[in-house]
């Protein structure tokens, strides 16, 4: 999404550019053995949605803000216990000046599991790709900031959902938001 404008001049008052796409992703570490390895926690490749902005660099940190507050409202909406931590700089990407990842609960596993990271990699990327913006008609241009993050990924998302779900019965009560998508409310207990 960063390349779609490579080596161009975004024309005044286009900014900010909103920029989503579902995508497949890879994982680039392989685990060894392991229960870590099992099931689709920790699986080679999965989908998930980008989000991708291009902003002023005064609006960055509020737009950081704002992308950050999209993702946990789903978790919010999906009625998962999450956490929001900042990560310091020997762990965030090369690219990126900050970095978000939220985490979600996963109580069968009694664990913490990170379903999206939001950064914003201020003026580097545009930098990097030559892009820039011009503030208004005639102005010199300027460099553009950039910001990332996944809406949420799909499998560590799904298994908060049905661990949170999960009924004394062994019934999974599926939530509310999702019940249009899914046409049913509940995933009945095996016999």
């Not at 820039?132 to 460099?143: D, F, H, K, M, V």
């Amino acid at each position: 999404l960063n390349a779609l404008h490579q080596g161009k001049i975004i024309d005044p008052g286009v900014l900010p550019l909103k920029y989503v796409a579902q995508t497949p992703s890879f994982r680039k570490e392989h685990a060894a053995a392991g229960r870590d390895v099992r099931g689709i926690k920790r699986v080679h490749q999965f989908e998930k949605v980008e989000m991708f902005r291009f902003v002023e660099p005064q609006d960055s940190e509020a737009v950081l803000e704002e992308m950050l507050g999209e993702a946990t409202t789903i978790c919010e909406r999906l009625g998962l216990t999450y956490r929001v931590l900042k990560l310091c700089a020997g762990d965030i990407g090369f690219q990126s000046a900050m970095t978000y990842d939220i985490e979600v609960w996963s109580p069968g596993s009694a664990e913490w599991l990170e379903v999206s990271s939001i950064s914003t990699c201020t003026d580097f990327q545009a930098r990097r790709n030559n892009t820039r913006y011009r503030p208004e008609i005639g102005a010199s241009t300027r460099l553009p900031h950039t910001l990332n993050g996944s809406g949420l990924a799909l499998p560590r998302t799904w298994i908060a959902v049905i661990e949170n779900g999960l009924q004394d019965d062994g019934s999974v009560v599926i939530p509310e938001e999702i019940v249009p998508y899914t046409g049913w409310d509940r995933i009945e207990a095996a016999p």
